[in-house]
């Protein structure tokens, strides 16, 4: 059987705030993934596992906390408050999740902001990325 190589990259683009999956308009690559890249949502095509990791980007001065989300359940989560207080500055901080799990076709994996501002601006500072390592 050949191997099907699936794959995707894709970045957020300005500021974030909305509680709820993460949009990563900005796709880089994408082979087979079943990203929605409007929704930041994926819809797993072919049964087997993968690995995921979000990098995100805290706005100034407000905390940040997000999880890679995978059929309801979060199978990591990141959080910062670097700065929140306010103190004369505006530190800014990355934050990274990464999973590695077994998905079934037409599971549903996402990052999700529980709570917080991130800053896409323009650069790619917000990515998610995930990939196929075996079928099951």
Same mark, same amino acid.
């Given at each position: 059987?050949?191997?099907?190589?699936?794959?995707?990259?894709?970045?957020?683009?300005?500021?974030?705030?909305?509680?709820?999956?993460?949009?990563?308009?900005?796709?880089?690559?994408?082979? =087979?993934? $079943?990203?929605?890249?409007?929704?930041? *949502?994926?819809? %797993?095509?072919? +049964?087997?596992?993968?690995?995921?990791?979000?990098?995100?980007?805290?706005?100034?001065?407000?905390?940040?906390?997000?999880?890679?989300?995978?059929?309801?359940?979060?199978?990591?989560?990141?959080?910062?408050?670097? =700065?929140? $207080?306010?103190?004369?500055?505006?530190? *800014?901080?990355? %934050?990274?999740? +990464?999973?590695?799990?077994?998905?079934?076709?037409?599971?549903?994996?996402?990052?999700?902001?529980?709570?917080?501002?991130?800053?896409?601006?323009?650069?790619?500072?917000?990515?998610?990325?995930?990939?196929?390592?075996?079928?099951?």
């Amino acid at each position: 059987m050949p191997y099907n190589a699936v794959y995707f990259t894709a970045h957020a683009a300005g500021t974030i705030s909305i509680v709820g999956p993460i949009p990563f308009a900005n796709v880089l690559v994408d082979r =087979n993934s $079943g990203l929605d890249h409007s929704t930041g *949502e994926i819809t %797993i095509r072919t +049964a087997g596992v993968y690995h995921f990791v979000s990098s995100v980007r805290q706005f100034c001065k407000n905390i940040a906390w997000i999880s890679i989300v995978h059929n309801g359940k979060n199978v990591c989560s990141a959080y910062t408050n670097m =700065n929140q $207080g306010g103190e004369l500055g505006c530190d *800014e901080s990355m %934050i990274s999740c +990464a999973s590695t799990i077994v998905a079934n076709k037409n599971d549903n994996v996402h990052v999700k902001l529980h709570k917080g501002i991130l800053d896409g601006a323009t650069d790619p500072y917000c990515t998610f990325t995930g990939f196929l390592i075996a079928t099951v």
